[in-house]
Each structure stands twice: as C-alpha cells, then as structure tokens.
C-alpha cells in the first residue's frame, strides 16, 4: 500500500510539474511575439559592449540547460551586412530542426536561416544578410526588429531584437 501511494505522489508530481514547465513555455512564448523593445550591443566578434538587454536570447523553459543563444552580433548591423547568432546544443536535443524568423508590419513570417539534422552537443551558427530581410530600401529598413528561434514542432528557443542602421 505504502509504494501505490509513493507511485501516486510520483504521478501527480509530474502532472504538477509538466504543466508548471508548459505555462512558463506559454509565458515565454508570448513575451516572445511582443513588440521589440531594445537589443544587446555587440560588436563584429560576438563581444557585448555596454549592458545586456535582459529580455534578449534567453532560452526558453522548454529548452533550459540543452540550448545556449548568444546575442545576435554585430548588433547594431549596417543594412546589407551579415549578422550571426551562435547556437550550441547541450546533451540530445529535442529537435533536429531550427529557424530563424522574423515577422513583418502585417504579421507574415519570413524565414532568415535555418539547420537542419541538429546533434548531440551541436555548435553552429545562423547567418542571415540584413539587407534581404527588408528589400531594396534602405530608409525603410532602419529600426529594431523582433527575431524569434522555432524548433521543428513550432515551439519557440529564444528570440532577441536586432537594430538597423
């Protein structure tokens, strides 16, 4: 009797505790798709110059401990230069699949990179040109934006804001 009982606890725990793990993904997820609002400087090395953005590349519940996101770099970026965001996988992962997203004045997505066939202890690096992301003008271009990282099942990694000039 006393191990059916200690098997129930177990049961309910874990209820208790997915469903914790899956409103803090739903909490992030939605800071995730609010509006920009300030970005990690870093320079064309990764380096961060000044204060971090607190809201920017932290990785979500989901993926706590398995995914490190560095800060988008350089950051400001010049229109029609390359921007870089280093993403190291820890352990498995739960996905083999990544993209880089940004979704525009009417709410469109737009993919700027993606991996595929993601492994265990997985290091690698996200490119997109600033200047694809916006079209041929440059003037409409300047501003902060919003990217968010999505796994292969549409579950946000990280998202950060990118400044350009």
């Known amino acids: 009797m006393i191990s059916f009982r200690l098997f129930l606890i177990l ?3 874990f209820f208790v505790a997915s469903c914790t793990n899956n409103d803090a993904q739903v909490k992030f997820e939605q800071q995730a798709f609010s509006d920009a ?8 090395n990764g380096g961060i110059e000044g204060e971090p953005d607190d809201d920017d590349w932290r990785t979500s519940p ?13 950051n400001p970026v010049l229109y029609g230069t390359t921007t870089e ?5 820890v352990g498995n992962s739960f996905t083999s699949y990544v993209q880089l997203v940004y979704f525009d004045f009417n709410d469109r997505p737009t ?10 202890n997985d290091f690698f690096t996200l490119r997109f040109n600033a200047g694809e992301l916006f079209g041929s003008d440059v003037s409409t271009a300047r501003g902060t934006y919003r990217l968010i990282i999505f ?6 990694i990280s998202y950060g804001d990118i400044t350009i000039e």
Request: charged share 20%; aromatic share 12%.
């Open 85 to 89: 965001i280093n993403m190291d996988f």
């Open 37 to 44: 609002n300030g970005i990690t400087r870093t320079n064309q």
């Open 62 to 74: 989901f993926y706590s401990g398995l995914v490190t996101v560095e800060p988008a770099f350089p």
């Open 111 to 120: 993919q700027l990179a993606e991996r595929f066939d993601i492994l265990e």
């Open 11 to 13: 049961i309910v725990s």
């Open 151 to 156: 796994d292969g099942n549409n579950r946000v």
